[in-house]
Nanobody
Framework: QVQLVESGGGLVQPGGSLRLSCVTS????????IGWFRQVPGKEREGVSC????????LYADSVKGRFTISRDNAKNMAYLQMNSLNPEDKAIYYC??????????????????WGQGTQVTVSS
């Protein structure tokens, strides 16, 4: 049974940091691209960052470049999203997802077949 479970969300003050974790099971992480997406009510789910299988190249949305860092540990079946310098616009539910399809643009949401349940991130003073 495939599962992705996010954790690490919460309430943080502007300028603060959070580290999201995604534990995966039921598939071999080495063969999957991992993406982090976020969604706020009334808006489409946005690709925040992704890290490709094979070459390990990572991509970021312009809004988070220089502040967020994606990583993965295939041996531990884990993926992470380090989020620094958070601002109120980063408030959203964050999801991790896995894609078996290799795509140079790994932020393409349609490629992702497995999803976690999401973790809430709130940035407020």
């Amino acid at each position: 049974q495939v599962q992705l479970v996010e954790s690490g969300g919460g309430l943080v003050q502007p300028g603060g940091s959070l580290r999201l974790s995604c534990v995966t099971s039921g598939f071999t992480l080495d063969y999957y691209t991992i993406g982090w997406f976020r969604q706020v009510p009334g808006k489409e789910r946005e690709g925040v960052s992704c890290i490709r299988r094979g070459d390990g190249i990572s991509l970021y949305a312009d809004s988070v470049k220089g502040r967020f860092t994606i990583s993965r540990d295939n041996a531990k079946n884990m993926a992470y999203l380090q989020m620094n310098s958070l601002n109120p616009e980063d408030k959203a539910i964050y999801y991790c997802a896995a894609a078996n399809i290799w795509d140079r643009n790994c932020r393409r949401i349609d490629n992702y077949e497995y999803w976690g349940q999401g973790t809430q991130v709130t940035v407020s003073s």
